[in-house]
């Protein structure tokens, strides 16, 4: 049995749609607050400071979910969001773990670590492309890196092997969630 540690709840707003996944210990802290309703439990316990309870495995917001419009943080996963978790020179889509960021006008040429200046791209592109600019490289990038003007949806694909059983439910029909 894996460890605890890595074990995962997925979140589903009031309308039963999948809206983010989290760390287990989040969901119990949720459910504490009053925040959110148990659907499906994992089939093991944990043992809190009083009682035993078993690991949600699906919770339900009690409260409308909001969407909140705050200025999107500059960071690898938003990077990604923004791009579609696709490889911006030969469009690829891949996992997190395959994909790595870009500086289109390298550092080297003065190129600097922001929105306009970084793209996603797998490793094999960004090998290939090295210290170069993409017109360097002949490499041509599917579209002009921008700032998001909102936080981008973060999709997380859900590998169908990996995914816990007690998700299939809330997940079969989109394969992937959205989460912000
Ligand atoms: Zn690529």
Redesign the pocket.
Known sequence: MEATHHVHTLVLSQGYKPVKIVPWQRAITLLFLGKVEVIEEYDRNIKTTSVLIKIPAVVRLLNAFRRHKKPVKFSRVNIYGRDDYR?Q??G?GRSINELTYDHVVPRAQGGKTVWSNIVT??T??NAKKGNRTPAQAGMKLLKQPMQPTATPALVVTVNQQSMPDAWRDYVYWTGELEQN
């Open positions: 490889c020179y030969c690829e791209a797998c094999d592109c």
